[in-house]
């Protein structure tokens, strides 16, 4: 997708801090980060939400998952960490590029939600 940032980021034409890449997908260190550790790791094909997937993303989500617990390790979080995968608008994703958190760090990350 011409338009997508992440897109764009797994292409090579805008910059990031990349931490992992391979012919499924790309992790780079979050702009932003909420944590010590905070990744994100995205696929390589432009899939819009974790709402579009279909069997045949079986192997890039896998992928995606295998991938975190990698980068968790590396990243200062081997004791422990959380994958968070945003969908849509109530889900609270801001780019339409699906995408996998990983935060950690030496804390604990705290409560799964906040209370409402």
Known sequence: MSDC???????????????YEDDLVVAFHDIHP???????????????SLAHVDAGDESVLGRMLSVAQ?????????????????????????VPHLHLHILGGPE?????VAKI
Do not use: W, Y
């Not at 909420?34 to 819009?48: C, E, F, G, M, S």
């Not at 200062?76 to 109530?90: A, E, K, P, Q, Y």
């Open 34 to 48: 909420l944590r010590p550790t905070h990744v994100l790791v995205i696929p390589r094909k432009h899939i819009a």
């Open 5 to 19: 940032i992440f897109c764009k980021i797994a292409a090579g034409e805008i910059p990031a801090r990349k931490c």
């Open 70 to 94: 990698k980068l968790a390790a590396e990243n200062g979080s081997g004791d422990g960490f959380r994958c968070i995968i945003n969908t849509g608008r109530v889900g609270g994703q801001e």
């Open 108 to 112: 604990p990350v705290g409560p799964m």
